[in-house]
């Protein structure tokens, strides 16, 4: 199973609404962190890490050449 890589997650809010984030996502133990890149004037100015309990989100995988063994 993959552990880290780009992908999308979607993420179900206790109220009932779900959001989506996109961009480098690794799963450690029962968390999965999302780093997004922040981008300031079209060019990459930083990034942010959020981090979702495991339980209450989707990871969808997109295809890389490498993928850990």
Do not use: H, Q
């Not at 999308?8 to 779900?18: A, H, I, N, T």
Request: net charge negative; with cysteine; hydrophobic share 35%.
């Amino acid at each position: 199973m993959r552990n880290i890589g780009t992908g999308k997650v979607e993420y179900f809010l206790p109220d009932g609404s779900r959001r989506e984030l996109e961009g480098e996502v690794e799963l450690k133990g029962d968390r999965v962190v999302v780093t997004e890149i922040i981008f300031i004037n079209g060019n990459p100015g930083g990034a942010r890490e959020i981090n979702i309990p495991s339980n209450l989100c989707v990871v969808y995988w997109k295809p890389e050449v490498y993928d850990e063994v």
